[in-house]
């Protein structure tokens, strides 16, 4: 029931934010997407996972800078079950970001050698999961980011990360130390036969403390990727509807040591999005 609520509720915020955002927008971009995949992991087991996901995604310009919203809903079909249940556990993954460009606030551009822009880039991640370790995250995450001046979409930003969550296996919710973060975004387009994207983000999060065990963290390396081809436009309707290949890379997910089964994660996946 809890999972249902939340998934609601934060569907129709971003939905609401997703309006007000298109009507002050400079530039946007809003999809629903779909992936598919069979090789996922969760910590504590080597046992492959089902996973469908249904995801909710807007970007927008507006006048200082660019703002992001987006909503994982995910459902396990075996492998990771619902607590206490038979049935395959149900997440909600929201994200939201803003960065502010300094070229854009100033008036002048802030373009010099391989760089595009810089910027700020400040916002939270929050998750809920119905699973026996019963996720409750939040995540809050600033710090600058550069714009490479490439053909495409390509940044990197040396952020802040403070994560607080929840373990029911443990029985406490945990106050994690604040982390280092990497983070790259990247965007391509190419010809593949067919108008194509190469897109994805690419994290590496730094030692966090301890866990909810009173374990040493590890450092986390998080990456996920899609090749889409945009089908639509072979039917006259080009940017409206992709599908292609997905691929998640993750090595100590969570920030558990590699010790532990089912950290380390190499999932291939299949995509679609319809742009709107």
Known sequence: MRIRIVSKLATCAVLSACAAGAGAAEWSDAFIGYTYGTKFKEPGSDADVKKQVATLQYVGGYKYGVNFFAVDMLASEENNNANNSDRGAHEVYVTYSNTVSFGKVSGKPMKFGPIRDVGFQFGFDFNSKNDAFGAGLTKYIAGPKVEFDVPGLLTLGLLYYKENNNNSLAGTHVNF???????????????????AVFKGWGTWTGEKGKDGFGGDTAAETWTEMGLLWDVGSAAGTPKTFYAGLGYQYIKNKFGNQPSLAGTKVSAPSLKAEYHF
């Open 177 to 195: 130390d604040a982390a280092p973060r990497l983070a790259a975004v990247w965007s391509f387009d190419f010809n593949a036969g067919l108008p």
